[in-house]
């Protein structure tokens, strides 16, 4: 795992205070599914990041990845499976 304390660094430069919309429509105990989508060509990397973060954040993440650390990515990848 990161250094948990960097993790809410980051979490705190990037959330601030919370996203207020979010907070009204969804409670703490709601279960979520979500899809990530690239949003240009690259190059897969920070998937252990995500779960870090998760973790830290006192969410429980079960993920299933269909792509690994460097595998090249083209925009739009994730839309569908095939």
Known sequence: MLNENQIRDWLKEDIGS???TTE???SED?????KLVCKEDGVIYGLEYM???LK??????N???Y??????????QG????
């Not at 830290?56 to 993440?61: K, P, Q, T, W």
């Not at 792509?67 to 739009?76: A, M, N, Q, Y």
Request: proline share 0%; hydrophobic share 30%.
């Open 56 to 61: 830290v954040l006192g969410h429980e993440c």
């Open 30 to 34: 709601q279960q979520a599914t979500a």
């Open 67 to 76: 792509c690994k650390k460097g595998d090249l990515i083209k925009k739009g």
């Open 79 to 82: 839309e569908h499976r095939g």
């Open 51 to 53: 779960e870090d973060m």
């Open 18 to 20: 919370g996203d207020i």
């Open 24 to 26: 009204a429509l969804i």
């Open 63 to 65: 993920a299933t990845y």
